[in-house]
């Protein structure tokens, strides 16, 4: 197998990995918006803003964690791909939350927290995972 095949199929991964990463945010955290407003005539209105905004933003920090992992030296490749992107990213979530006057800024990102946070933690161990068969490949 050649070193072009090789990257093609890494990048296509690449691209498959941040947008299934997307569709799954927005499903989950869409469903949870239209959970809490549940009842409210802007239910739907508020679960299609946090799909939208869901799907843009999971598909970004996969694309960060994709570049932190391929940027960043070991040891500090895990941890810094793991954790920094979307860490930043719930800082932001913090802070727009803060400027708009939520309320329960931690309970409205709390799901966020205990689902995406693992959730990038395994996406890192998938990304391990595949240089190690890169690497055996290319051996």
Request: glycine share 8%; net charge positive.
């Amino acid at each position: 197998m050649n070193t072009t095949t090789i990257t093609t199929t890494a990048k296509g991964s690449k691209t498959r990995r941040m947008f299934i990463t997307g569709v799954l945010s927005a499903i989950l955290y869409g469903g949870w918006a239209y959970y809490v407003n549940a009842g409210l005539e802007t239910a739907m209105a508020s679960a299609m803003v946090q799909a939208v905004g869901s799907f843009i933003g999971g598909y970004l920090v996969a694309g960060l964690v994709e570049f932190a992992f391929a940027v960043t030296r070991r040891p500090w490749r895990f941890p810094v791909a793991a954790f920094v992107p979307y860490g930043l990213t719930l800082l932001t979530y913090a802070a727009a939350h803060r400027l708009v006057g939520t309320p329960e800024i931690l309970k409205t990102i709390m799901l966020n927290i205990i689902v995406g946070t693992p959730y990038f933690v395994l996406y890192c161990v998938k990304l391990e995972r595949n240089e190690a068969q890169r690497l055996i490949l290319s051996s």
